[in-house]
């Protein structure tokens, strides 16, 4: 049997399996947010980051202000990790301009990458994102793709060692870039890694995650949603009800909550520009997760569909 959102939120009410279901900020509101260590420090940081791939400073004052409204409710609702890159067009100058007009810089944890061959390319890009993004330390440096990897965090370790960076890695989003993924793991010291991984992409389990847990490096995933593909294949089926197992109540969360709930995962950052999307998937890191029997019922409904 499945039912709408509607009807599932009934029927969970209903059987009083509704921990707070219903949903978005006051949920949030009541709960804890789930958060995760970092291996290397400790420190905290919540399950459910953003990514800003499509986020633009150049943008008409309506689109503008959409990022103002999406940036203070993610900080409202106590998000912290932002992902962003050089090769996201504007993405770095939004963020600056934004952080900086609401002046809340300290309550986030900003990534970016490098993506550039050779030392002095290296070390002019990231003194570039520096400033795009109105700080003086970055909370982390990624090599983007892992181009040039082996270079480009001999820079990277010396300015953590500097202080201007506090954590290094590196990212891929593609399945092809494992093998050489999991060859910097084992010769690198690296605080993180961002991975592509998902109910549409679950390679990354078989052997990057399991690395990652044996090295202690945190994990950022990309792609949660597939690029969206995902969101396709559920277009005309309605969330089953025993997903109210989990506290979920949209196939945003159930995606979500399948990625996060695997223990390599440190955070999550779909992309978003819409604070209702934000709402949404800052659910996801709230309430229960679903443990290894439900993971696997949300493989097979995938696998079915």
């Known amino acids: 049997m499945k039912l709408n959102r509607r009807e599932l939120i009934a029927a969970s009410a209903s059987t009083g399996a ?24 400790g420190e905290n940081l919540p399950v459910i980051g953003i990514g800003t791939n499509r986020w633009v400073a150049d943008g008409s004052a309506a689109e503008i202000d959409g990022l103002r ?16 890159a050089p090769a996201y067009r504007t993405s770095e100058k939004a963020l600056g301009v934004l952080i900086s007009e609401l002046g809340i810089r300290d309550a986030f944890f900003l990534a970016t990458k490098v993506d550039r061959a050779g030392t002095e390319e290296g070390i002019a890009r990231m ?24 270079n480009q965090l001999e820079t ?8 201007l960076l506090r954590y290094v890695g590196i990212t891929t989003s593609r399945v092809d870039q494992f093998a050489e993924m999991e060859r910097l793991m084992n010769a690198f010291p ?30 950022l995933v990309n792609r949660p949603f597939g690029r969206g593909r995902l969101f396709k294949k559920v277009a005309d089926v309605s969330l089953p009800a025993w997903a109210a197992g989990f506290d979920c109540s949209s196939w945003a969360q159930y995606m979500l909550k399948y990625v996060v709930a695997h223990p390599a995962v ?6 978003m520009t819409k604070a209702k999307h934000v709402e949404d998937n800052m659910s996801a890191g709230h309430g229960r997760l679903p443990d290894s029997a439900q993971r696997k019922q949300q493989e097979e409904l995938f696998a079915s569909l």
């Open 266 to 271: 440190t955070c999550a950052i779909p992309g």
């Open 69 to 84: 409204s999406t940036l203070r409710t993610f900080n409202e609702l106590g998000g912290r990790v932002i992902d962003t």
């Open 127 to 150: 003194r570039d994102s520096l400033t795009k993004l109105g700080t003086e330390q970055l909370d982390l440096m990624q090599v983007h793709n892992m181009r040039d990897a082996d």
């Open 156 to 163: 990277m370790f010396d300015w953590k060692d500097k202080g």
């Open 190 to 219: 690296l605080d993180f890694i961002q991975v592509n991984y998902s109910l549409g992409e679950p390679q990354a389990a078989e052997r990057i995650l399991p690395t990652a847990i044996d090295r202690k490096t945190a994990v």
């Open 18 to 41: 509704l921990m707070g279901l219903g949903l978005g900020t006051s949920f949030a509101a009541n709960s804890k947010l789930i958060t995760r260590a970092i291996p290397a420090s």
